[in-house]
């Protein structure tokens, strides 16, 4: 069961609105800071007191305000709490949207859920905040399917070197002067690459790799 959480959320009203989502699900202890190093300070001192934290909720991105840190952001902040209370449970609430990265945390930094900051992020904080409480990892569902879909077909830096050359502007002939290669090589790839995710345009390609954090 989790009966205590702190949040490190450097945006007011994010900060808020997750504090006032700890009070609907009736959280006996939730605190709250603004920067990671508190955030880790008051990790580390609960510990010693032997009253630890179950859950840190943190956002990734922290804004620069000319406070000097040691820990510049979530992710770092992540690994110093694990490293410190390898047990707790971190919930990762951002607006990070790549699928790379999200996954990467996942397989990397063994995070137990991620929600992302849009439009219903409150019933999916509650969602996810369920799941932990059952030993479960949350994963964002409108995520699930673009990272599987990308997993279905194995990029080489060939391809993504065609695909980062088409976002920018340039044409299959152009690639292929480029790459020193075939124009049928160029074209032959961007049709596995298209069978393999079921896409019909190139542009669809394009599109994908950028929401996927590869380009």
């Known amino acids: 069961?989790?009966?205590?959480?702190?949040?490190?959320?450097?945006?007011e009203s994010a900060n808020l609105s997750v504090q006032k989502t700890m009070e609907d699900l009736h959280i006996g202890e939730s605190d709250h800071v603004y920067y990671c190093d508190d955030a880790l300070n008051k990790i580390q001192l609960a510990r010693q007191k032997g009253d630890p934290f179950d859950l840190l909720i943190t956002d990734l991105y922290f804004e620069d305000d000319g406070n000097s840190q040691k820990i510049g952001g979530g992710f770092d902040l992540i690994r110093a709490a694990r490293?410190?209370?390898p047990e707790?449970?971190?919930?990762?609430f951002s607006t990070e949207h790549r699928p790379a990265t999200i996954d990467m945390l996942f397989k990397d930094y063994a995070i137990d859920g991620y929600v992302r900051k849009a439009r219903h992020d409150i019933n999916?904080?509650?969602m996810a905040f369920d799941a932990l409480s059952k030993?479960?990892?949350?994963?964002?569902?409108?995520l699930v399917q673009l990272i599987r879909q990308a997993n279905t077909y194995?990029?080489?830096?060939?391809?993504?070197?065609?695909i980062r050359?088409?976002?920018?502007?340039?044409s299959q002939k152009e690639i292929h002067k480029l790459e020193g290669c075939s124009l049928s090589k160029i074209e032959k790839r961007l049709k596995e690459m298209r069978d393999a995710l079921e896409f019909t345009k190139n542009e669809q390609l394009v599109l994908f790799c950028k929401e996927a954090g590869m380009l």
């Open 165 to 170: 050359l088409l976002s920018q502007g340039y």
């Open 1 to 11: 069961m989790i009966k205590k959480v702190i949040i490190a959320e450097d945006q």
């Open 154 to 162: 194995e990029f080489t830096a060939f391809d993504i070197n065609i």
């Open 83 to 85: 490293d410190l209370q």
């Open 124 to 126: 999916e904080l509650k």
């Open 88 to 92: 707790i449970l971190v919930l990762v």
């Open 135 to 142: 030993g479960q990892r949350y994963y964002p569902h409108s």
